[in-house]
């Protein structure tokens, strides 16, 4: 999370409509000669910015470039040569996306997960199948009427950000492709990795590789699963049944497996050094924990709550229903009290709410201000808690959480609002970034050894899952394999 300003993140609109759609796997349907109406590319060019703002930013460097290439040859054997636009994701969620015009997104966190170029190449191909069907076009209007119910909160106060924060936002998107659309997807994908010149097998590889990806998080207690693999893949879920279907596809082209190049070498090379986990200038989200090493800011939220980070907040899921957001921005002239009128006043729109009376507060030595908020709408009554602190008197940071009104939830809230401290120097420093490096394998390495080299909670089990590798394979003297270590190790 960096620290917007008030105005900046007020002026952020959140993306309805066509505007967001996942990549999935479509049908047996014959899609027609691709081409990008005037009308998609007018509305992919004004999402694109306002997308990477609120979901990572762009990631620069050399994997952008390289990823970006990858996909513009994919292109070109999908008849939309020099008409798309890659981008690699600053996200450490895994995840792929495409949206009308032909921008088409991953994250460097699925790229750090899979294992060669022709794995990366399949995503890339699965969302062209997207724009190549027009798949946003068929679904447009069914997923406009279907997201009315969800986001009623926002549309009948008249107000997109009580919609996001209410948890649009936590979820990413809304957009589901059809079965059919998500199967002519993988088919039309197949099609253009094989006619690039890579296995057409990769695409089983790299649905094995987001099956142990969610695996591993389950089993490690990590990030919920909705965040752990991309919506085109959790649709339906990556059963075996799933992974044979890609390979069985791939042999339908008359391709055995491994009888086509997938490129590992020439891409684990070019992954090395890229970003892994939280970027530290969006600070780190470390399970329930948040700490921000250049606003020597922290918090903790309660048993069961989830936090997402985002360029603009860090999203907050939990229990019953609960969401909420905490960012920052700068404190007007009128303190604290002006500074939750503007929130309520962002996240509110024309709504008038009820407020209740400010409660004035240190918490761990921080001046602090609560405010209670009751919004009627349509569809009944949404109750807000803020919560907002004064760090050094020129800037301020708040919680926003929309919870149903019972004593568990109210305890919740005020555990997670009393969590809130300013770090200390000693602990701003520790947190520092991760990457992720590629070394050769020695003649005395061993499984444990590697493992060891690996800074996470679960190493040997990451080790395994980062590498799409089994306990009892054993490691071959000049392979190389991913290990995350500490930036500049």
């Known amino acids: 999370m960096t620290s917007p300003s008030l105005p900046e993140r007020a002026a952020l609109a959140v993306l309805l409509g066509g505007a967001l759609l996942l990549a999935g796997c479509g049908g047996a349907e014959e899609p027609g000669p691709p081409s990008i109406e005037e009308s998609e590319r007018r509305l992919g060019a004004e999402q694109h910015p306002l997308l990477l703002a609120e979901f990572g930013g762009a990631y620069s460097g050399e994997e952008s470039r390289y990823m970006a290439g990858v996909g513009e040859k994919l292109a070109g054997h999908a008849g939309l040569g020099g008409e798309c636009t890659f981008t690699l994701v600053n996200s450490d969620v895994v995840n792929a996306f495409a949206v009308p015009g032909c921008y088409i997104y991953i994250t460097r966190g699925l790229m750090g997960i899979v294992n060669s170029e022709a794995e990366m190449a399949s995503v890339l191909a699965h969302e062209l199948g997207h724009i190549v069907g027009d798949h946003s076009e068929r679904q ?15 549309l009948l106060t008249g107000s997109e950000r009580l919609a996001q924060v209410a948890g649009k936002a936590a979820e990413y998107f809304t957009l589901r492709y059809s079965r059919k659309q998500e199967y002519q997807s993988d088919d039309l994908g197949l099609r253009y990795l094989s006619a690039a010149g890579y296995d057409p097998h990769a695409a089983s590889d790299m649905l094995a590789s987001l099956a142990r990806h969610e695996r591993f998080l389950t089993t490690t207690a990590g990030r919920d699963e909705a965040q752990s693999i991309p919506e085109w893949a959790r649709t339906h879920p990556l059963t075996e049944n799933r992974i044979g279907r890609a390979s069985a596809a791939a042999s339908a082209l008359g391709v055995g497996p ?6 590992e070498r020439e891409y684990l090379t070019e992954l090395d050094g890229l970003l892994y986990g939280d ?31 985002s360029t603009r907040a860090i999203l907050i899921g939990g229990p019953d229903g609960m969401r909420g957001e905490f960012a920052g921005g700068a404190i007007p002239s009128g303190g604290l009290e002006a500074y939750v009128s503007a929130v309520l006043q962002q996240l509110l729109g024309e709504a008038q709410p009820q407020l209740g009376r400010p409660e004035r507060g240190v918490v761990n030595g921080v001046p602090a201000l609560f405010v209670q908020a009751v919004v009627e709408t349509q569809r009944g009554t949404v109750e807000l808690s803020v919560a907002a602190y004064s760090a050094d008197g020129r800037n301020a940071y708040h919680f926003v959480m929309i919870a149903p009104p019972s004593e568990q939830g109210a305890a ?23 990457q992720i490096r590629v070394i050769r394998v020695r003649q005395e390495d061993r ?9 996470s909670d679960h190493p040997r089990e990451h080790f395994l899952m980062l590498n799409a590798r089994t306990a009892d394979q054993p490691l071959k003297p000049g392979e190389l394999v991913k290990l995350v270590r500490l930036a500049g190790q």
Do not use: C, W
Not at 140 to 154: D, H, M, N, P, T
Not at 279 to 295: K, L, N, S, T
Not at 447 to 455: C, G, I, K, P, S
């Open 279 to 309: 970027d530290p200038q969006q600070g780190f989200v470390m399970g329930r924990r948040f700490a921000h090493p250049v606003m020597r800011i922290g918090f903790e939220a309660p048993q069961g709550f989830t936090l997402t980070n």
């Open 258 to 263: 491994d009888e086509m190049p997938e490129q």
């Open 140 to 154: 447009q209007k069914r997923s406009i009427l279907r997201g009315l119910g969800v986001l009623a909160v926002g």
């Open 447 to 455: 499984l444990e050894t590697l493992a060891e080299a690996m800074v």
């Open 412 to 434: 919740a809230s005020s555990a997670l609002f009393h969590s809130f401290r300013i770090l200390t120097e000693t602990e701003a420093r520790s947190l520092k970034p991760r």
